[in-house]
C-alpha cells in the first residue's frame, strides 16, 4: 500500500479510536488534520490535489473554510434552531397532549399513539432532537406510565418519536447533508417528507397492535367524552404548528421562499406564535439565544473540523481508496449501497450523525453518483439510516436526553429493551424506501412539474 493511503487509513481509524476518550470532536477532527499534515511534509508524501504540499496548501484548507462560513445555506442552521427552541417553550406541546389524549386515550395504545402524533408535529417545527425527546418525556411518559403502560414501551415510544425531528423537514441535518452535497435543500426537505410519514405510521400500527393483543402492556385510558367543545380544542391545538409547517414547507414548496428564506420565515412565525401566547419575555428570550448560539457554534465548531479533517483526507487519497474498495466489492451495485448502510448502520453505534454525515457521506457519494442511482434517494435512505445512531447504544442520545428527565425507576437497559422494537422498525422502513424509491423521489418532482 503506498505510504499516503497508509496514512489516510491512519488517520481515519484515530478519529474513530479518539472519539471514545470523550474528547471534543471538533477538536480531534482538527487536530488529526494538522497531525496528519505535518506527518506527510515529514515522510514527503505527496498529496493526491492539484497542488503541492507548500503554503498553497494552506491556503486552501483556510478558503475552504472561509467558504463554509460564508455559504447562504448555512444561515438557515440557527434560523431553525431558534424556531424549535421559542415552541418548545411556547406551551403548544401541552395543548396538543390534552387535546390528542381525549381522542385517542380510550383506546387500547392511544395514549402512546397520542405521543407520536404530537411527535410527528414536533418534529416538523422543531428539528431538535433534544428539545422533542425531552418535551416528549415530561409531557407524555408519566402520563403512560400512570395508565400502566408497561416501561419499555412507553419509554422506546418516546425515544424513538423524538428521533424524527431529524429526519422530518425542517431538519438540520438535511440542510448539512445538503451543504456537503452540494445538493438543494429544498430536494431533500421534500425528499424526506413521506419517509418521515412512513416511519410515524410504522411505529402507530406496532403500538396499536401490542394494544390489541397485549392489552395490559398498553390500556385504554377512561373513556373522556369527545364532543363539539373537544373537536374545537383540537383544531385550536392543530392551527399553530399547521401553521408553521405551511410557512416554511409551504414556501418552498410553491416556491415562494428559498430554504434560507423559510427558516427565517418559520423564525418570525414561532416568535409569532410565542408572543400570541404570552410565553414571550427577557428570561425566556435570554435562554433561547444563549441555547441557540450554544448549538450553533457546536455545529460550526465540528463543520470546521470537519472541513479540514476530510480535505486532508482526501489529499492522501482516502476517497479514491474508500471508492475503490467499495466498487471492488463482489456485489451487482445494489449489493454495494446496502454495505454502505450496513457500514453506516455499525458506525452509528460508536458515531453522533454529525460525525457521519460530515466525513462518511461526502467519501461514499461518488461511489453512489458513479453507480447511477438518484443522489436525493440515497441521502434520504442515508438519513433514515442515521436516525437509528440516535437509538443504538452506547452513543444513543435520545437514550439518555430520556434518561437525564425520566422518572425514579427508569433504568438504561429498560429504555435500551424498548427502543428494540423500534430500531426494527427503522430498518423495515428503510427496505421499503430501498425497494419504493417514488416515496422519496415523488414529492420534489412534483415540485419542479
Known amino acids: 500500500m503506498p505510504a499516503n493511503e497508509t496514512l489516510a487509513v491512519l488517520m481515519f481509524f484515530s478519529f474513530i479510536a479518539l472519539v471514545f476518550t470523550g474528547f471534543p470532536v471538533a477538536w480531534i477532527l482538527g487536530g488529526l488534520a494538522v497531525i496528519f499534515s505535518a506527518l506527510a511534509v515529514v515522510l514527503q508524501v505527496d498529496f493526491a490535489l492539484p497542488i503541492g504540499m507548500d503554503w498553497n496548501y494552506t491556503s486552501l484548507t483556510v478558503d475552504r473554510i472561509w467558504n463554509v462560513m460564508e455559504n447562504w445555506v448555512m444561515v438557515a442552521l440557527p434560523m431553525f434552531i431558534f424556531m424549535g427552541l421559542l415552541l418548545d417553550r411556547s406551551g403548544i406541546a401541552n395543548q396538543l397532549m390534552t387535546s390528542f389524549a381525549r381522542l385517542f386515550g380510550s383506546v387500547r395504545?392511544?395514549?402512546?399513539?397520542?405521543?407520536t402524533l404530537i411527535g410527528l408535529l414536533l418534529a416538523a417545527t422543531t428539528?431538535?432532537?433534544g428539545a422533542s425527546v425531552?418535551?416528549?418525556?415530561?409531557?407524555?411518559?408519566p402520563v403512560m406510565l400512570q395508565q400502566g403502560y408497561d416501561k419499555s414501551l412507553a419509554t422506546g415510544t418516546v425515544t424513538a418519536v423524538g428521533t424524527l425531528g431529524i429526519l422530518i423537514p425542517p431538519s438540520i441535518m438535511l440542510v448539512l447533508m445538503a451543504?456537503?452535497?452540494a445538493m438543494s435543500v429544498g430536494d431533500l426537505f421534500l425528499g424526506a417528507v413521506f419517509p418521515g410519514i412512513l416511519l410515524g405510521g410504522l411505529y402507530i400500527t406496532y403500538?396499536?397492535?401490542?394494544?390489541?393483543?397485549r392489552p395490559g402492556v398498553a390500556p385504554a385510558a377512561p373513556r373522556e367524552t369527545f364532543d363539539l367543545?373537544?373537536?374545537?380544542?383540537l383544531f385550536k391545538a392543530i392551527l399553530p404548528p399547521a401553521f408553521l409547517i405551511l410557512a416554511v414547507l409551504g414556501s418552498i414548496f410553491f416556491g415562494l421562499a428559498t430554504p434560507t428564506e423559510a427558516a427565517g420565515v418559520g423564525a418570525a412565525g414561532a416568535l409569532l406564535l410565542a408572543v400570541i401566547?404570552?410565553?414571550?419575555?427577557?428570561?425566556?428570550?435570554?435562554?433561547v439565544l444563549q441555547e441557540t448560539t450554544r448549538t450553533t457554534a457546536f455545529i460550526f465548531a465540528v463543520l470546521l473540523g470537519a472541513t479540514a479533517f476530510s480535505l486532508v483526507l482526501r489529499g492522501l487519497g482516502g476517497d479514491e481508496l474508500i471508492e475503490g474498495v467499495l466498487l471492488g466489492l463482489p456485489f451487482e451495485p445494489t449489493g454495494i449501497i446496502i454495505c454502505i448502510l450496513i457500514a453506516t448502520f455499525i458506525l452509528g453505534f460508536f458515531l453522533d450523525w454529525i460525525e457521519l454525515t460530515l466525513i462518511v457521506l461526502p467519501l461514499v457519494s461518488p461511489v453512489v453518483a458513479n453507480l447511477g442511482f438518484d443522489p436525493v434517494w440515497f441521502t434520504v435512505l442515508f438519513a433514515v439510516c442515521l436516525q437509528t445512531s440516535f437509538l443504538t447504544p452506547p452513543v444513543g442520545f435520545a437514550i439518555f436526553y430520556l434518561k437525564g428527565v425520566a422518572p425514579d425507576g427508569i433504568e438504561v437497559t429498560t429504555i435500551y429493551r424498548g427502543v428494540v422494537p423500534?430500531?426494527?422498525?427503522?430498518?423495515?422502513g428503510m427496505l421499503i424506501i430501498f425497494n419504493w424509491d417514488g416515496i422519496v423521489t415523488w414529492l420534489p418532482a412534483q415540485a419542479y412539474s
Do not use: C, H, P
Not at 395504545?109 to 405521543?115: D, F, M, Q
Open 109 to 115: 395504545g392511544g395514549l402512546a399513539v397520542t405521543v
Open 127 to 129: 428539528g431538535i432532537i
Open 134 to 141: 425531552v418535551l416528549l418525556a415530561l409531557l407524555g411518559l
Open 179 to 181: 451543504d456537503r452535497m
Open 207 to 213: 403500538i396499536l397492535t401490542v394494544g390489541f393483543f
Open 229 to 233: 367543545q373537544a373537536a374545537w380544542d
Open 277 to 287: 401566547k404570552r410565553q414571550m419575555n427577557r428570561r425566556v428570550m435570554t435562554e
Open 422 to 428: 423500534f430500531i426494527i422498525l427503522q430498518l423495515v
